[in-house]
């Protein structure tokens, strides 16, 4: 008989696993032939196990297709390194007083959730000391508005705090992530902790500075783990905070900009810099200075511009194309 099972936790070859009918946990085996050279049975992975009789120990005998996969790719030997798989979403956490709200770091994660293919969630925390000087909430928002990203107006402190800009609050986030495994990422500081701390009402409180130390210290990439937060689930694994995008090809960023991707495409010439003095580039034809139509678009490829000169620039890619 066979079971299906979510993994939560890897060690090499060993894998603790959630049954899926019964909740309960179980330690379980991959057999050596399921998996490619180097590839891996990864957290979120939904498998297939089998009670060997004798031993009573569980063998992992199959590996369900992949809704999606969190990996960055290791250029050198043009290789996915997955850490985890299945996820729902990719919660982007911003602040909205101090440490100050970098629209380049939102910008970074959304480009991964667009290559990893999930679902990305903006939320803007620290509401109760957003004071408009600095940015301006509703702006950042209508700027995505082409993506049709969902944003959330929240205050990790205070529970009872309503959006008072944006039509989702907490307990819309809250709803929607339930029963569902979130990524929860951005820039330290910003209350990652606190927001998943407020959002299972206090039962999880695991993401704690020392915890987060341990990876970091050991320089690991490779452990990762599914927490149940009762409500929701979460995955937390030090690969995904990374803000580098080094191991992004230049040539593919414009994918994982769907909004600016949509008018690059409709740009007559080929090996467009769709920058401002190319005269008679799409994106500039879109501009009516009257409406301001297609500024957003703007600020959007401003981004994208940014972000691939830096890819660029990096030795990997530079030193690519010098011998091309
Ligand atoms: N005023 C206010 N303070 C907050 C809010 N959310 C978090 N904080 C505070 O901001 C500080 C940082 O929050 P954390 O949850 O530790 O931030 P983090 O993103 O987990 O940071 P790292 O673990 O370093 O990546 C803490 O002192 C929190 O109490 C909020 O909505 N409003
Ligand atoms: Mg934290
Ligand atoms: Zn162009």
Redesign the pocket.
């Known amino acids: 008989m066979t079971i299906e099972a979510k993994v939560i936790r890897s060690h090499q070859r060993e894998f603790d696993c959630k049954v899926i009918e019964t909740g309960e946990l179980v330690k379980a085996t991959a057999l050596g032939n399921l998996l490619k050279k180097g590839d891996n049975i990864v957290v979120g992975d939904h498998v297939y196990l089998e009670e060997m009789e004798q031993t009573a120990e569980y063998i992992i005998k199959e590996l369900k297709p992949r809704v999606n996969e969190i990996f960055r790719v290791l250029i050198r030997q043009s290789k996915k390194k997955v850490t985890a798989a299945n996820i729902d979403y990719l919660v982007i956490?911003c602040?909205s007083?101090?440490p100050k709200y970098v629209r380049g770091i939102l910008e970074r994660f959304l480009v991964r959730a667009y290559q990893w293919n999930v679902e990305p969630l903006v939320v803007f925390?620290?509401?109760?000391?957003y004071t408009g000087e600095e940015f301006s909430i509703e702006y950042e928002v209508e700027r995505l508005a082409e993506l049709n990203v969902k944003c959330f107006e929240?205050?990790?402190?205070?529970k009872d705090?309503l959006a008072e800009y944006l039509d989702l609050g907490l307990s819309d986030l809250k709803s929607l992530i339930k029963d569902k495994t979130s990524i929860f990422v951005?820039?330290?500081?910003?209350?990652?902790?606190?927001?998943?701390?407020t959002l299972s009402d206090g039962k999880v409180n695991l993401?704690?500075?020392s915890v987060?130390k341990i990876g970091k210290g050991s320089h690991t990439t490779t452990w990762s783990e599914l927490v149940d937060c009762e409500d929701f689930y979460l995955v937390d694994s030090p690969g995904i905070?990374s803000f580098s995008m080094d191991d992004i090809d230049p040539d593919e960023l414009i994918n994982y900009f769907p909004d600016v991707e949509k008018i690059a495409l409709k740009c007559e010439f080929s090996n467009c810099s769709h920058l401002p003095d190319n005269k008679g580039c799409k994106f500039y034809l879109e501009h009516d200075p009257d409406t301001d139509e297609g500024l957003m678009v703007h600020s959007r490829l401003e981004s994208y511009l940014t972000l691939y000169e830096e890819i660029s620039n990096m030795p990997y890619w530079e030193k690519k194309k010098k011998y091309q």
């Open positions: 956490i602040s007083s101090r925390n620290k509401m109760d000391e929240i205050s990790a402190v205070d705090y951005g820039k330290s500081g910003v209350g990652k902790s606190e927001t998943i701390s993401l704690t500075k987060r905070r």
